[in-house]
Each structure stands twice: as structure tokens, then as C-alpha cells.
Nanobody, 123 residues
Framework: QVQLAESGGGLVQTGGSLTLSCAFSGRSVDSYSLAWFRQAPGKGREFVAVIPWTTSVATYSDFAKGRFTIARNNAENTASLRLSSLNPEDTAVYYC????????????????WGQGTQVTVSA
């Protein structure tokens, strides 16, 4: 059974940084794309970034470019998302996910999800 567990969320001031981590178990991640999504209160799940298994070339949403960095460590079966220059609009629950059956930015096409970690950015 595949399990994902996010950690590293918290409360941070505007302009601050956080590093989120995701630990995978039950299956090796080295053959799967990995991604992060986020969900703010009252909104749908929003694509943040994806890193494919074939290369280390990541793709980011427009709001994440230049501020967020996704990474993966296949040997340790982990992924991370470095958040910087945070602002209150980044407040959301952040989710890691693996194994997409469709477009990377489509939440419904990702098969395995963690429980999420809360990021709150104060003004």
C-alpha cells in the first residue's frame, strides 16, 4: 500500500521561507513523477510543481516560478518543496502526490496523495 506523509508546514511571516518534505512508503518513487498541489480555504486543489522521473527538469505554475523549488531524492524515497518569498496568498494546505494518469496540472489524474501540511503566512 502506497503512503505519503507531508511535513514541514507552519506559520511564517510575509517574506519568509519554509521547506516542506514528503516521505513515500510502499513503493519506490524512482519510476514516477512527483508533484505538489495546494488548496486554500474555499478553493479547489491547485497545481504547484511537478518533477518527472525521467529527468530532474521541473515544471512550475506561474505563481511558483522563481519562488518555489521542487526536488526529489529517489534513494531516500522523498520529495521536497522549498517555499520562499511567501505572502498571505500562499496560505493553504500543501499536498504531495505521485503517479499521474493525465496532465500534470490536473489534480483528479493523480493517484496517491498525502494528508497535507498547513502553511500559514501572516501579513
Amino acid at each position: 500500500q502506497v503512503q505519503l506523509a507531508e511535513s514541514g508546514g507552519g506559520l511564517v511571516q510575509t517574506g519568509g521561507s519554509l521547506t516542506l518534505s514528503c516521505a513515500f512508503s510502499g513503493r519506490s518513487v524512482d519510476s514516477y513523477s512527483l508533484a505538489w498541489f495546494r488548496q486554500a480555504p474555499g478553493k479547489g486543489r491547485e497545481f504547484v510543481a511537478v518533477i518527472p522521473w525521467t529527468t530532474s527538469v521541473a515544471t512550475y505554475s506561474d505563481f511558483a516560478k522563481g519562488r518555489f523549488t521542487i526536488a526529489r531524492n529517489n534513494a531516500e524515497n522523498t520529495a521536497s518543496l522549498r517555499l520562499s518569498s511567501l505572502n498571505p496568498e500562499d496560505t493553504a494546505v500543501y499536498y504531495c502526490t505521485m503517479y499521474s494518469l493525465g496532465p500534470a496540472d490536473s489534480a483528479k489524474d493523480w493517484r496517491y496523495w498525502g494528508q497535507g501540511t498547513q502553511v500559514t503566512v501572516s501579513a
